[in-house]
């Protein structure tokens, strides 16, 4: 009901990915439980790890720019034209390219849970929004 003029379904399946825990393309709904209640009521480790396990798209253990940039440009469709200021899609790349650099701290192209980490601490206000559950990454 809140994105009814956006197209939600690359997002979901994203949160799906993250989400899952078995392999086999099903969530169970103690899956489904566990991962709300430690999203809503976990650490803030916790937290970091569920939006790492967003973004870690192929599950390797690191996100590369490309997976970020996916996963951005599926939150950009999710809130649309509609959005304040309007989203556009040359935006994601941007906003990816700018983020990825400050997080990749060693340079080697792709971003480790610990720099995810060291990122995160860095900002006050995304340690905020872990807390709020209003990420912004």
């Known amino acids: 009901m809140f994105f009814l003029h956006t197209d939600a379904s690359q997002y979901a399946h994203f949160v799906f990915n993250a989400v899952k825990h078995k392999h086999g393309g099903k969530l169970s709904f103690e899956e489904f439980l566990d991962t709300l209640s430690r999203v809503a009521r976990g650490s803030v480790q ?17 996100i590369s720019r490309s997976e970020m940039l996916a996963v951005v440009q599926a939150v950009y469709e999710l809130l649309g034209r509609a959005a304040v200021p309007p989203v556009l899609p040359a935006s994601a790349k941007d906003h990816v390219d700018k983020i990825f650099d400050l997080m990749d701290t060693n340079g080697d192209g792709v971003v480790s849970p610990e720099e995810l980490a060291r990122w995160c601490a860095r900002e006050p206000v995304l340690l905020q929004s872990l807390q709020t559950l209003d990420t912004v990454l």
């Open 46 to 62: 916790e937290k970091l790890s569920w939006v790492f396990a967003l973004y870690d798209v192929d599950g390797d253990g690191r």
